[in-house]
């Protein structure tokens, strides 16, 4: 009978994730090197082949993809059950930015999983523009903060690359003819900044209907009808829909949501904290 770490199931599970060996090396922190050594090390305790390796792109074996779930059960049931014997072991403040773009997709659930598995922790949220929280935790006066970017920052955790999409309500209708109503993020939003760029790139007119640094305001003038706005893909609520590509609007680029964390370690709540937004991603 053989133990399997479960180092060796997190790595397999984050290579059929990513469909390549070096993305999820860089996704868990390790080397291209190292990753193959563990599935390696993984399919020979198993004695099976999970992987059919191309040039190009990794796909999954037969046995692979029958292994999966059970491999995921088993990850998902070890935490939970550190997660239950540490429970009421971690306390300490944590200072949280989290980015408008994000706020109202992530917030309720994470609050909730912090009050059942750390009551401990004393948790304080922050939300505002990306540029900004970037700069609060470089000053040190957030611990940890989720941004959206066009770029990774050296150092941080990526959390997802989706696509941007214009959005809008099911009913809005756009006059011919006439600028594209438009509601936005202040200046130093990575979606506005991607948006007016691609605009002005094709000549497309548009006007700036609404500047918010609300998400939620923001929300609610495409929801009723005055505005298109821009929203990552994952995380365009039920009221809104993206535009397709009938409506002749450029397409936009990837963003990168992404951890950025204060320099000099965290603190044990704030690491906690930082392994349940990664794992609500």
């Known amino acids: 009978m053989y133990d399997i770490d479960t180092k060796l199931l997190r790595s397999f599970l984050s290579v059929a994730t990513e469909r390549s060996f070096s993305n999820a090396a860089s996704r868990l922190g390790y080397s291209q090197a190292t990753m193959s050594q563990r599935i390696r090390q993984l399919e020979g305790l198993l004695g099976v082949t999970l992987f059919e390796r191309g040039y190009h792109s990794v796909v999954l074996t037969p046995g692979g993809t029958e292994l999966l779930p059970h491999a995921q059960r088993v990850v998902d049931e070890h935490d939970n059950f550190l997660n239950r014997a540490r429970k009421g072991q971690v306390s300490g403040n944590v200072r949280l930015g989290i980015a408008e773009d994000y706020v109202l997709p992530m917030l309720a ?9 750390y009551p401990g922790i004393e948790l304080s949220i922050v939300t505002g523009l990306s540029r900004n929280l970037c700069q609060q935790v470089e000053a040190r006066n957030l611990d940890l903060a989720v941004v959206t970017l066009p770029e990774t920052k050296p150092g941080a955790h990526v959390l997802a690359e989706p696509d941007l999409k214009w959005v809008a309500a099911p009913g809005f209708r756009h006059g011919e003819g006439t600028p594209w109503p438009i509601a936005f993020f202040p200046e130093g939003c ?35 009808e005055t505005a298109i706005t821009v929203m990552a893909l994952g995380t365009i609520p039920v009221e809104l829909r993206p535009l397709s590509k009938s409506y002749r609007l450029p397409n936009l680029p990837r963003t990168c949501i992404q951890i950025v964390e204060r320099d000099k370690g965290l603190s044990s709540a704030a690491l906690q904290i930082k392994e349940l937004v990664i794992s609500a991603f």
């Open 109 to 117: 659930n994470l609050l909730k999983r912090v009050q059942q598995i």
């Open 190 to 224: 990575a979606f506005r900044a991607a948006a007016k760029k691609c605009l002005a790139e094709q000549g497309i007119a548009f006007r700036e209907v609404l500047v918010s640094p609300s998400g939620q305001v923001i929300q609610s003038a495409a929801a009723a």
